[in-house]
């Protein structure tokens, strides 16, 4: 990556690590965790043992994001890209587990971070190693998640191609394998953001996600190319690697867009054929 597409990013990182929640009526934990909850759906199921919740975040301007929930073998909750829930919603997800593990997953990506772990003074907070100085802004960071996650039955992908920001989950599943990826694939289709966010929709423009229509859009946006690649062939060579390599994949999972519980490879294969 050149030095001037290396400050642009930088540039468009520091600008959405800078989104934050509104001001908390007091300092008690209380009303700051009440600060941190946006709108958002319901914890649903995607597999056995692994759920989604998409949830909004402060500004109206900004794509919804979704958040991961996965039952370690100890019977634990692993928590990825974690969202504030109101009480209905944590008491949901504390009847699937206790929470053991946050992945907070890159630098933009710590919105509530900070708050989960007052909530749950043991939670082990663990992020890649390139995003760990800019985690630790917000919330002390326990552990790297290259060293961390493999005793727990977790592989991690390092995307190529891609500027190193982010990590790329595998989760074993009863039926097969579930992929969790945060900002380096999206999943936008029209009845995702009616549903999640209505007043939305311009942003599918400005994300660069072509094809727009009741098929949506799975890729790399626009702006994820300009800001997040740094090697367009390499990616896409990464990108149909996974899809050769792991035959029973089940679900994808991305941070903004509909999760995909269906034709999963094939998907994937979509995704890179977007780059030729």
């Known amino acids: 990556m050149n030095q001037e597409k290396q400050d642009a990013s930088e540039r468009f990182y520091s600008f959405f690590s800078s989104i934050k929640p509104p001001q ?13 909850v946006s709108p958002h759906g319901e914890i649903e199921e995607l597999a056995p043992n692994l759920w989604h919740v998409t949830g909004t975040l402060p500004s109206s301007t900004m794509v919804p994001r979704e958040m991961i929930v996965y039952k370690l073998a100890d019977g634990s909750l692993l928590i990825h890209s974690a969202i504030a829930l109101n009480e209905a919603g944590m008491t949901k ?16 990506h710590r919105l509530d971070a900070r708050v989960y772990k007052q909530r749950y003074p ?10 760990k100085p800019y985690v630790e802004q917000v919330v002390t960071v326990d552990g790297i998640a290259e ?8 592989t991690y992908h390092e995307p190529a191609g891609i500027r190193p920001q982010e990590l790329v989950y595998e989760l074993p599943l009863s039926t097969g394998k579930a992929l969790v990826f945060t900002d380096i694939l999206f999943n936008l289709n029209k009845s995702y953001f009616e549903q999640n966010l209505p007043t939305g929709k311009f942003l599918f423009q400005w994300l660069g996600a072509s094809a727009i229509g009741s098929s949506g859009f799975f890729g790399i946006t626009g702006l994820g190319r ?17 899809a050769d390599n792991i035959p029973d994949l089940q679900v994808i999972s991305v941070a903004h867009g509909s999760p995909i ?10 995704a890179a054929a977007r780059l030729l």
Request: glycine share 2%.
């Open 122 to 131: 043991k939670l082990l907070v663990v992020c890649p190693a390139a995003a």
């Open 93 to 108: 997800l504390e009847s699937l587990g206790v929470p053991n593990i946050l992945i907070v997953p890159n630098r933009i």
């Open 24 to 36: 908390p009526k007091s300092t008690s934990t209380e009303d700051e965790w009440l600060s941190h």
């Open 261 to 270: 519980v269906a034709d999963c490879n094939y998907r994937l294969r979509q």
């Open 226 to 242: 300009q800001f997040f690649m740094s090697d367009r062939n390499t990616y896409r060579q990464w990108l149909e690697a996974l």
């Open 147 to 154: 060293e961390v996650l493999p005793a727990y039955g977790i």
